[in-house]
């Protein structure tokens, strides 16, 4: 039997849970942006950072993720003061055609969208700029937005009463977990196992343990956890019909903010290149075995915001095993 909580009380907690989800967002976001362009400006490569899809791509997640944010806050204030004078605040929230509920929904399907292209773009950078390993999740990342743009059409044709589980809306929202999930399982997949027979070569050529890329792997594989943990929660959820799943997709958007931030704030603080450093040991590699090291770690380093790929990986294609 699915857990009935009240759906009044649970927009409350909804408002609180988000709000801490947001400021360990907004954090990460921050120290991520800062670290981007201050690496950039000791850069000696030209290029512009605010071109990147990195920077746009956390631009964009910010802008999605506040915005949803915020019109959490301001449903609040709506439904407790000023609907029907704060007297029936369950017919405010129980009615999902509102225009603030419409408009929120519109950010929330952005969020996990963005998400998702930005780790595309990390396994098309890994993968060498390979563009038949990012052909399927191209079509996941379509199927996701037509359903985000189905769902937000669908509340507003909701009519109050309605059941939100059987309703139109409820086939969307179902096929939009499943493009979400196929694509940052496979992504995440494909970059896994890339950075670890990369690892294994580069390991095999010096004789020693990378611990630069086995860091990168690690950052990526805990991140993707973390997204993907709550994306089955939240399918499990709605699949039992319990009201339980609006508290969970309305913190959607920061918990796909916090697992992309994760990844950029963790190498942009070094851990990436220090583990580089420290691994090289005193013996001096060879210069095919530097050329390949090098080629790697820098293509790895590069997908979370340094934008010298063009002229590694013109170098690199010589040097590669």
């Given at each position: 039997?699915?857990?009935?909580?009240?759906?009044v009380p649970?927009?409350?907690?909804?408002?609180?849970v988000?709000?801490?989800?947001?400021?360990?967002?907004?954090?990460?976001?921050?120290?991520?942006?800062?670290?981007?362009l201050?690496?950039?400006a000791?850069?000696?490569?030209?290029?512009s950072?605010?071109?990147?899809?990195?920077?746009?791509?956390?631009?964009?997640?910010?802008?999605?993720?506040?915005?949803?944010?915020?019109?959490?806050?301001?449903?609040?204030?709506?439904?407790f003061?000023?609907?029907?004078?704060?007297?029936?605040?369950?017919?405010?929230?129980?009615?999902?055609?509102?225009?603030?509920?419409?408009?929120?929904?519109?950010?929330?399907?952005?969020?996990?969208?963005?998400g998702?292209?930005?780790?595309?773009?990390r396994l098309?950078?890994?993968?060498?700029?390979?563009?038949?390993?990012?052909?399927?999740?191209?079509?996941?990342?379509?199927?996701?937005?037509?359903?985000?743009?189905?769902?937000?059409?669908?509340?507003?044709?909701?009519?109050?009463?309605?059941?939100?589980?059987?309703?139109?809306?409820?086939?969307?929202?179902?096929?939009?977990?499943?493009?979400?999930f196929?694509?940052?399982?496979?992504?995440?997949?494909?970059?896994?196992?890339?950075?670890?027979s990369?690892?294994?070569?580069?390991?095999?050529?010096?004789?020693?343990?990378?611990?630069?890329?086995?860091?990168?792997?690690?950052?990526?594989?805990?991140?993707?956890a973390?997204?993907?943990?709550?994306?089955?929660?939240f399918?499990?959820?709605?699949?039992?019909?319990?009201?339980?799943?609006?508290i969970?997709?309305?913190?959607?958007?920061?918990?796909?903010?916090?697992?992309?931030?994760?990844?950029?704030?963790?190498?942009?603080?070094?851990?990436?290149?220090?583990?580089?450093?420290?691994?090289?040991?005193?013996?001096?590699?060879?210069?095919?075995?530097?050329?390949?090291?090098v080629?790697?770690?820098?293509?790895?380093?590069?997908?979370?915001?340094?934008y010298?790929?063009?002229d590694?990986?013109?170098?690199?294609?010589?040097?590669?095993?």
């Amino acid at each position: 039997m699915a857990l009935d909580i009240p759906l009044v009380p649970l927009s409350l907690v909804t408002v609180a849970v988000e709000s801490c989800f947001y400021g360990v967002y907004l954090v990460l976001a921050i120290t991520s942006i800062a670290l981007l362009l201050s690496r950039k400006a000791r850069s000696k490569y030209i290029g512009s950072i605010y071109l990147s899809p990195m920077f746009i791509g956390a631009i964009g997640l910010f802008l999605s993720i506040t915005a949803h944010w915020i019109l959490t806050i301001d449903r609040s204030f709506l439904a407790f003061i000023y609907f029907e004078n704060g007297t029936f605040p369950l017919g405010f929230y129980g009615d999902l055609s509102q225009l603030t509920e419409t408009v929120r929904t519109g950010f929330l399907m952005a969020a996990p969208a963005v998400g998702d292209a930005l780790i595309i773009h990390r396994l098309w950078i890994v993968w060498g700029r390979n563009k038949y390993v990012i052909i399927f999740p191209l079509f996941t990342l379509a199927g996701l937005t037509a359903c985000g743009a189905g769902i937000t059409y669908q509340f507003t044709q909701y009519k109050p009463g309605q059941d939100v589980f059987s309703s139109k809306a409820g086939r969307w929202i179902t096929s939009n977990a499943v493009f979400t999930f196929s694509t940052n399982l496979y992504s995440t997949a494909l970059i896994a196992w890339r950075l670890w027979s990369q690892t294994r070569a580069i390991e095999a050529c010096r004789g020693t343990r990378s611990r630069s890329l086995r860091s990168v792997l690690a950052i990526i594989i805990e991140s993707a956890a973390l997204y993907t943990a709550w994306g089955i929660f939240f399918f499990a959820a709605y699949q039992s019909r319990s009201n339980l799943q609006f508290i969970v997709v309305d913190c959607w958007p920061t918990i796909t903010g916090i697992s992309c931030m994760l990844i950029h704030v963790r190498v942009g603080l070094g851990w990436a290149q220090n583990g580089s450093k420290s691994s090289m040991g005193t013996s001096p590699p060879t210069p095919s075995q530097l050329q390949f090291a090098v080629s790697i770690t820098r293509e790895v380093d590069t997908t979370m915001g340094d934008y010298r790929l063009d002229d590694v990986n013109e170098r690199g294609k010589e040097g590669t095993v």
